[in-house]
Nanobody
Framework: QVQLVESGGGLVQAGGSLRLSCAASGDTFSSYAMGWFRQAPGKEREFVAAISRSGDNTYYADSVKGRFTISRDNAKNTVYLQMNSLKPDDTAVYYC????????????????WGQGTQVTVSS
């Protein structure tokens, strides 16, 4: 089993930046592909970014491509989401997800989820 704890959310003005972190514990972190999802009020949860177990492969939603960067540090059991040029539409609760398969992460079928961290972007 994997436990995931997100941090780094907050309130930021449009055009600003935030860095989210997700600390994992309970199992071998490098055995899991990782991803970030978000859910805005009244909307369904949507895929944001994913990264392979080694970190060699990354994937992004079109809406964040070029602005967000996902990375991981397997020595620190942590995955990050660097968010730049933030827009009000990026306002949501951001969730970290882990799955042994990258496909599972990208499709939203991850076995493990964090509790979420709120990101609010003001205009």
């Amino acid at each position: 089993q994997v436990q995931l704890v997100e941090s780094g959310g907050g309130l930021v003005q449009a055009g600003g930046s935030l860095r989210l972190s997700c600390a994992a514990s309970g199992d071998t972190f490098s055995s899991y592909a990782m991803g970030w999802f978000r859910q805005a009020p009244g909307k369904e949860r949507e895929f944001v970014a994913a990264i392979s177990r080694s970190g060699d492969n990354t994937y992004y939603a079109d809406s964040v491509k070029g602005r967000f960067t996902i990375s991981r540090d397997n020595a620190k059991n942590t995955v990050y989401l660097q968010m730049n040029s933030l827009k009000p539409d990026d306002t949501a609760v951001y969730y970290c997800a882990a799955d042994r398969g990258l496909g599972g992460v990208r499709q939203g079928g991850s076995d493990y989820w964090g509790q979420g961290t709120q990101v609010t972007v003001s205009s």
